[in-house]
């Protein structure tokens, strides 16, 4: 067993395995909820890259240490880095981690990614393009970017998008959380193992000395079950979600949500209304928009839309909200952020259709993924 530093003279961010023919990458910052650094996804793609084009590595097996597969992207430090110098810093480890994203969703060899934990953000960027996501009792599950200013991104416009029904919208919107059951539920997992059974299937994974999908899959099965879907379960509501979150813009999810309370009086659709009138009014029209639009693209042409996205509000010329919403949840953490324009009446469609648009500036490129030997709708089958 050997351990690689992601950065020289820092502790060590991702830990390494080798076990026969699999590689086990292991997110390490647990105090931080394995939150990803630049270093991080610097050091995972240059290895995912280096596994790919080694013929003894067969397969890797993806996790993170303490109470969190990945709490999504260390964006605190991204806003730090933006004032410190300008939004190009920022910029960079968007740029870095979607092109991390692209080679897992377009990768050669299978990733097994055990998500004993949280998995947020960029934590479901890293694992949802992945061909096997293993979710347990002690999974959660979030795209809580709304409530931050941003919008759903490190692909997740793909992979919302092709869940059932309108729930990809109502996932991406609300920041709604979801439970290991849930996740099987909807595809966003391929797999349920019991926390008790983990080192049980690993260590038979790393028994395995093949890249074939299917004896991979039969494996995991061995140790699988299926969970109780709670009675609660925002799964169930299905119906209702499709009906509300259908609906064409933001005002029109809200409005017929609350149409929704005169005959319903389901403690979940006031919940939900509260969650998206705590959110963003801007992130919330441009989620809405960008999940629409990843319906009909592939992977990568999500990814290079959502860069164009993410450089328009590390700007902040459009708007300041990002940095106003990491400032109220993630530093002051009064919960209380002062969005502008405070509301969604107030964002226009020309507001919107800025953040699709080019970056004004000459320097600015569009994001360039890396050639493939896959094409970029290899991910389609797999949720």
């Known amino acids: 067993m050997a351990a690689l530093t992601s950065a020289r003279g820092q502790q060590e961010q991702v830990l390494l395995e080798e076990n026969l023919s699999a590689r086990t990458l292991i997110l390490n910052r647990p105090k931080q909820l394995n939150a990803l650094s630049y270093q991080m996804v610097t050091f995972l793609l240059e290895h995912f890259l280096a596994y790919e084009e080694d013929p003894n590595v067969k397969f890797i097996v993806l996790k993170g240490n303490g109470r969190a597969f990945c709490a999504g992207g260390d964006v605190?430090?991204?806003?730090?880095?933006?004032?410190?110098?300008?939004?190009?810093?920022?910029?960079?480890?968007?740029?870095?981690?979607?092109?991390?994203?692209?080679?897992?969703?377009?990768?050669?060899?299978?990733?097994?990614?055990?998500?004993?934990?949280?998995?947020?953000?960029?934590?479901?960027?890293?694992?949802?393009?992945?061909?096997?996501?293993?979710?347990?009792?002690?999974?959660?599950?979030?795209?809580?970017?709304?409530?931050?200013?941003?919008?759903p991104d490190v692909g997740a416009t793909y992979f919302l998008s092709r869940l059932p029904g309108f729930f990809g919208e109502y996932v991406g919107l609300t920041g709604a959380r979801l439970d290991g059951a849930e996740m099987l539920a909807c595809g966003l997992a391929t797999h349920f193992v019991p926390s008790e059974n983990l080192s049980l299937l690993e260590e038979a994974l790393y028994k395995a000395d093949t890249s074939d999908p299917a004896i991979i899959s039969l494996i995991i099965d061995e140790y699988s079950q299926q969970p109780y879907l709670k009675e609660q379960s925002t799964y169930h509501r299905l119906e209702v979600i499709d009906r509300c979150f259908s609906q064409r813009t933001v005002e029109d999810i809200l409005s017929t949500l609350e149409r929704e309370?005169?005959?319903?009086?389901?403690?979940?659709?006031?919940?939900?209304?509260?969650?998206?009138?705590?959110?963003?009014?801007?992130?919330?029209?441009?989620?809405?928009?960008?999940?629409?639009k990843g319906r009909l693209e592939g992977v990568g042409q999500c990814l290079v839309r959502e860069y164009r996205m993410v450089c328009h509000v590390m700007q902040g010329k459009v708007s300041k909200d990002f940095f106003e919403g990491c400032r109220a949840i993630l530093l002051d953490k009064d919960r209380n952020p002062k969005w502008e324009p405070p509301k969604l009446e107030l964002v226009s469609n020309s507001n919107v259709e800025q953040y699709f648009s080019k970056i004004d500036d000459e320097e600015w490129e569009d994001l360039k993924l890396p050639a493939r030997r896959h094409l970029p709708g290899y991910a389609t089958a797999k949720l």
Request: proline fraction near 3%; glycine fraction near 8%; charge should be positive.
């Open 261 to 292: 309370t005169m005959n319903n009086a389901d403690a979940w659709i006031l919940t939900t209304i509260q969650s998206l009138k705590k959110a963003s009014p801007t992130s919330l029209k441009i989620s809405l928009r960008s999940i629409r």
């Open 76 to 151: 605190s430090a991204v806003v730090r880095d933006i004032r410190e110098g300008n939004w190009r810093l920022g910029a960079n480890f968007f740029e870095k981690e979607y092109m991390l994203n692209y080679v897992m969703a377009t990768y050669t060899k299978p990733q097994v990614s055990i998500l004993n934990g949280i998995v947020m953000g960029g934590g479901a960027g890293a694992s949802m393009h992945g061909r096997f996501r293993v979710a347990t009792e002690n999974s959660i599950f979030a795209m809580p970017e709304t409530a931050l200013g941003l919008f």
